[in-house]
């Protein structure tokens, strides 16, 4: 079973940045790892993705962040440059295992499998 734990959440004005880490632990496949996040009252959005060695990313944040893989695949890096405070949010790591390959799901998150696997989430708040 993997176990997820994010940090480096916080503060910032508009034009910060933040380097979030999420910790992956366990033993299950990891066909995709992925960032999410959510304000209160809207629903999940999809931030980034990486699958089959590719980093994807959503178009509200492509080329302002940047997700990456260390400690061979067990700590899971997105770097956020430059925030607005529409970025505002609690962020959660995610993995996939595999399973079932489900076209719409890599049309929405660029990963073709369900995340089943979430962190507890950080918050990041971007403010003046």
């Known amino acids: 079973q993997v176990h997820l734990v994010e940090s480096g959440g916080g503060s910032v004005q508009p034009g910060g940045s933040l380097r979030l880490s999420c910790v992956v632990s366990g033993d299950d496949e990891r066909a995709c790892v992925g960032w999410f996040r959510q304000v209160p009252g809207k629903e999940r959005e999809w931030v980034s993705s990486?699958?089959?060695?590719?980093?994807y990313y959503s178009d509200s944040v492509t080329g302002r962040f940047t997700i990456s893989r260390e400690n061979d695949g067990n700590t899971m890096i997105l770097r956020m440059n430059d925030l607005k405070p529409e970025d505002t949010g609690k962020y959660f790591c995610a993995v996939a295992a595999g399973g079932s390959f489900t076209y719409s799901l890599y049309v929405d998150q660029r990963c073709p499998y369900v995340f089943n696997t979430w962190g507890q989430g950080t918050q990041v708040t971007v403010s003046s």
């Open positions: 990486f699958y089959a060695g590719t980093a």
